[in-house]
């Protein structure tokens, strides 16, 4: 019963290539967001959607693109990878509207992306 | 703009009694959030405060001073599984939306 799930937890990619990496919730949430950690450890926010729509873009690459397909569903595409986009990848979702009494965001698993 | 800021790394004993502490700077605040990650694994959920005060959650405790942006996360009697990064995070709300702006962290050690 994974609340939110991410596929897939590797992916290793030459660069150049094109990619995608999906996630899920099951909990019901109106917002989803992509994270990106570094080697450094930062969880910096890339992108957020709240009932299918964007509304926080932060100064991501247009290489980058989110695709919500429906309220449970937010997957990263990412076109021409480059080295620094080496990075995990987290997906989160939570709830806007007062209904979970935690408010918290919830994590998927991460996607561990090389590119070499 | 957002600013948060945690001290990179701590160490302490087994059993002792640790304080992390959480400074912020932010626009549309709507709660303090605490995190805890194991290398390799996602953030998890520990603690939250939106009103100020104390927070006690088991062996976990957090405490909010809006007045002066300033958060911290006790745990008491330290096990060895409590090495890991605490996470702080600020929950935003604003016309366009919900956020969680992340600090960078906070490692902890901790020894036998």
């Known amino acids: 019963d994974t609340a939110v799930s991410q596929t897939p937890k590797y992916l290793v990619t030459q660069m150049g290539n094109d990619k995608s990496i999906k996630c899920e919730q099951n909990l019901g949430h109106d917002t989803m967001y992509w994270y990106k950690q570094d080697s450094k450890k930062f969880l910096k926010i890339m992108f957020s959607?709240?009932?299918?729509?964007?509304?926080i873009n932060e100064t991501v690459p247009n290489r980058f693109s989110p695709k919500s397909p429906d309220k449970a569903h937010l997957n990263l595409h990412i076109n021409s990878l480059e080295l620094g986009d080496s990075a995990v990848y987290f997906c989160a979702s939570s709830q806007v509207v007062n209904r979970d009494p935690q408010w918290a965001a919830f994590f998927g698993q991460g996607t561990r992306l090389t590119v070499v | 703009g957002q600013n948060i800021d945690q001290p990179t790394e701590m160490t302490a004993t087994e059993g002792a009694i640790v304080q992390i502490n959480c400074t912020y700077q932010?626009?549309?605040?709507?709660?303090l959030f605490w995190y805890q990650q194991h290398a390799g694994e996602a953030p998890t959920f520990l603690s939250y405060?939106?009103?100020?005060g104390l927070e006690e959650k088991g062996r976990f405790s957090s405490f909010l001073s809006r007045s002066k942006g300033y958060s911290y996360l006790l745990l008491k009697e330290l096990q060895m599984k409590d090495s890991a990064s605490y996470l702080c995070a600020v929950r935003t709300l604003d016309n366009y939306g919900q956020n969680f702006v992340f600090g960078p962290g906070t490692r902890l050690s901790v020894l036998p």
């Open positions: 932010t626009s549309g605040f709507n709660g």
């Open positions: 405060n939106v009103l100020d």
């Open positions: 959607y709240n009932n299918k729509e964007l509304i």
